[in-house]
């Protein structure tokens, strides 16, 4: 059982770029299409299913509602209504094995650790980050985009 969970970006970011089709906070301009390659939704972390449904494309700060300096970056939802993914514990099954990169956070956005994982050691690597006692939180990225996919926080 894992002592962490993972935290998708907050259904009122979704919502209002559906809706404006911009980046909040920023205004810059979303793209909407077809998925045409791997498609991660950072709100309900499914993938887009590929040739079949439509991804927005957007700007979005990886410290969104941290109130820390922020960290922008291309991020993609489902372009339709989606469930935001419910906390579970442990890294959420689409992302176990991939390419990843781990970074650990202490008080004030502080970085304190990275660690680039293959073969299914994220869970290991997020439990060692996580335990110790300096790290808030975790971020999880793709190691070969360098988008930020999710947040992890102990339970
Ligand atoms: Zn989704």
Request: proline share 6%; hydrophobic share 40%.
């Amino acid at each position: 059982m894992s002592s962490f969970h993972a935290v998708a970006i907050p259904t009122e970011v979704a919502r209002s770029v559906r809706a404006t089709m911009k980046s909040p906070k920023y205004g810059f301009p979303a793209h909407k299409e077809v998925a045409a390659g791997r498609a991660p939704c950072r709100h309900c972390l499914e993938l887009v299913k590929l040739h079949q449904e439509e991804a927005i494309l957007f700007t979005m700060d990886a410290f969104y509602g941290q109130n820390v300096p922020p960290s922008p970056g291309p991020v993609y939802i489902h372009a339709k209504e989606c469930t935001r993914y419910d906390e579970r514990t442990g890294i959420p099954e689409t992302y176990r094995g991939r390419l990843l990169t781990l970074e650990a956070f202490a008080a004030g956005r502080k970085l304190v650790g990275e660690v680039r994982v293959a073969n299914g050691e994220e869970e290991a690597a997020a439990k060692i980050l996580l335990s110790k006692a300096e790290v808030e939180y975790v971020h999880v990225r793709s190691t070969e985009a360098g988008c930020y996919l999710f947040r992890l926080e102990r339970n």
